[in-house]
């Protein structure tokens, strides 16, 4: 899914992980609990939902990085060639 870049195939919806964001969130906030990896992930569910990818894997949140990060892009597109044609580059 993710070397293909295709997220279209969804076992678990960007917008359905929202909606367990919200809730998770505020049960967290409830009762006093820090979470720092939680929050740290939830701004990359949030562009993911921004680029229009509501319906699609919660794995394109990779789609996020490669649009925010040039090395990520370049790392994804290069795991994606055969092995041959990445050994040449």
Excluded: H
């Excluded at 293909?4 to 919806?13: C, E, L, N, Q, R």
């Excluded at 562009?47 to 490669?66: R, S």
């Excluded at 040039?70 to 990445?86: D, E, G, L, T, Y």
Aim: glycine share 4%; hydrophobic share 50%; aromatic share 8%.
């Amino acid at each position: 899914m993710m070397v293909k870049g295709d997220y279209s195939d969804a076992t678990m919806k960007v917008k359905t992980w929202q909606k367990d964001v919200q809730i998770i969130g505020d049960f967290l906030r409830e009762v006093d609990c820090p979470a720092p990896l939680f929050a740290a992930a939830s701004p990359f569910y949030n562009a993911a939902m921004a680029m229009g990818l509501a319906d699609a894997d919660t794995a394109a949140v990779l789609a996020v990085l490669e649009q925010w990060t040039p090395a990520v892009a370049k790392a994804s597109s290069a795991a994606s060639r055969p092995k041959s044609a990445a050994k040449k580059s």
